[in-house]
T-cell receptor
């Protein structure tokens, strides 16, 4: 089954404690992306990757890092989480070309206290 | 600056009637437009798309209309069913930038009532 898998689904943690949210896809997609969803703001892109070892900032990259060492994995790293990063996070993947539907994971709800 | 706007946060429709969800955009470089549906505790799922060379695309009960001169698109659901109750996001993409970046609207909560 084609899918994007995120872990964990829920996490409550404290300010400053480094955390990683994993994302894995089994569709051999080149393009992967992280979004955060906040009330009244829709989904905003944090970082994206066009292929292995190629990553770039999206619209709201501050406080986040990513890596793409393998095609299937695209982890999101919060080195020093702060309360304003409390949000619902989605990972997505698609073929490289514009206009291709992106497949989304089921989301990770992060609460930073 | 919100390049994709969904001005109606919510919409309530009776079962069997038509649901019309609207979306406006400001970036004339957008050339692909997509609609996603999202249920609680799940990720968005792709519904239907349209490229800028078309003005209409239909898939079963779902039809998307694009008016490029007005920079406006709409999603029609006919007939509406209770299972259509969800948040609907409009998204846009431009091929000239490389890759597949999607810019999303803020979403419209559709409620289909019995």
């Amino acid at each position: 089954e084609a899918q994007v898998t995120q872990n964990p689904r829920y996490l409550i943690t404290v300010t400053g404690k480094k955390l990683t949210v994993t994302c894995s896809q089994n569709m051999n997609h080149e393009y992967m992306s992280w979004y955060r969803q906040d009330p009244g703001l829709g989904l905003r892109q944090i970082y994206y990757s066009m292929n292995v070892e190629v990553t770039d900032k999206g619209d709201v990259p501050e406080g986040y890092k990513v890596s793409r060492k393998e095609k299937r994995n695209f982890p999101l790293i919060l080195e020093s989480p702060s309360p304003n990063q409390t949000s619902l996070y989605f990972c997505a993947s698609s073929p490289y070309q514009a206009g291709q539907p992106q497949h989304f994971g089921d989301g990770t709800r992060l609460s930073i206290l | 600056d919100q390049q994709v706007k969904q001005n109606s946060p919510s919409l309530s429709v009776q079962e069997g009637r038509i649901s019309i969800l609207n979306c406006d955009y400001t970036n004339s470089m957008f050339d692909y437009f997509l609609w996603y549906k999202k249920y609680p505790a799940e990720g968005p799922t792709f519904l239907i798309s349209i490229s800028s060379i078309k003005d209409k695309n239909e898939d079963g009960r779902f039809t998307v209309f694009l008016n490029k001169s007005a920079k406006h698109l709409s999603l029609h659901i006919v007939p509406s069913q209770p299972g259509d109750s969800a948040v609907y996001f409009c998204a846009a993409s431009e091929s000239s930038g490389g890759g597949n970046k999607l810019t999303f609207g803020t979403g419209t909560q559709l409620k289909v009532e019995l």
